[in-house]
């Protein structure tokens, strides 16, 4: 019984190029904090990552990988429901449906469409363009109350919220229209080269990302040569953008907040901040590769979650369809 009145939370993350630092302090602690309070639906969204070229072989091997890593960091398959987005057939098929309630205009506005396109100006298929709407379905096949994401998908719940209203508007109460949910430190990681732009897995530069996979070492050197300004004092300020990212990042680790940060290096100089700052980070990642490593080689375990998982969102996800198609008069034999 108390199961049924928690509220439920939906979000998902793309399989491809590992998990960066900026995915796990936006996003995937998150994910792994909430679970006892919220009943959780996390899927790797195999689907989304179709909008940019993969090689099958390795697409295969990141959606395990991508999976484990999820294990790893504390998503509890007792607790939430882990699944392959392609695995449930009802995300294709609310896409199509939700496209049909989706305006050209409003997808034209995506600031990440018009990133992502100027990025690849070789191949920008319908499917980037369309891309929100198949979030969106993943969203509402689930009657999700709560999006946690980072701050650059905002754009992408508000436009769900949209056309969830304006399919109930039209056919009667059919989608519970959600909320984002944003983490209070670290929303949003910047490149450590280019602290105006997101950390990004898809940065030619390594050395702007830390990814949950990088080694002590690779670890300790990016922050050593992350951007800074040129004076020495850790706090906040004009043109101290690249500081303050790192400050941002050792809160999001440690649980400090800038004030206290600021108290704990008041005179000690960026040498020492940064020293200090890789230490956590480290702490926080060396016990997650270990736990990654030991999922990643155990496939029985881990294709067995990832079927149990298919099978209980399918089940949720049928209905909600169902009470979709019913309400636009199609599939009529149900
Ligand atoms: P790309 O950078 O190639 O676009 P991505 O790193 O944003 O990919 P996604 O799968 O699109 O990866 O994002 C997964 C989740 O991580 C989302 O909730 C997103 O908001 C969050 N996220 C991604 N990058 C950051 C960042 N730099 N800071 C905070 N959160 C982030
Ligand atoms: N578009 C998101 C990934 C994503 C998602 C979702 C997040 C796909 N479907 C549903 C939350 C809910 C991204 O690029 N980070």
Known sequence: MEEASKKRVFSGIQPTGGFTLGNYLGALKNWKNIQDEYECVYSVVDLHALTVRNDPATLRRQIREACAMLLALG??????????????????????????YTQFGELSRMTQFKDKSQKHPDNINAGLFTYPVLMAADILLYDTDVVPVGADQKQHVELTRDVAIRFNGLYGDTFRVPEPLFTRVAARVMSLQDPAAKMS???PNENARIMLSDSSEAIVRKIKRAVTDSGSEVCRGEGKQGVENLMSIYGGVTGRSFEEIEEEFRGRGYGDFKAAVADAVVAELQPLQQEYQRILSDRGYLDGVLKEGSERASSIARKVLSRAQKRIGINIFR
């Open 201 to 203: 897995k898809s940065d």
């Open 75 to 100: 998503i509890d398959p007792h607790k939430s429901i882990l699944f392959v987005q392609s695995h449930v057939s009802a995300h294709a098929e609310l896409s199509w449906l939700l496209s049909c």
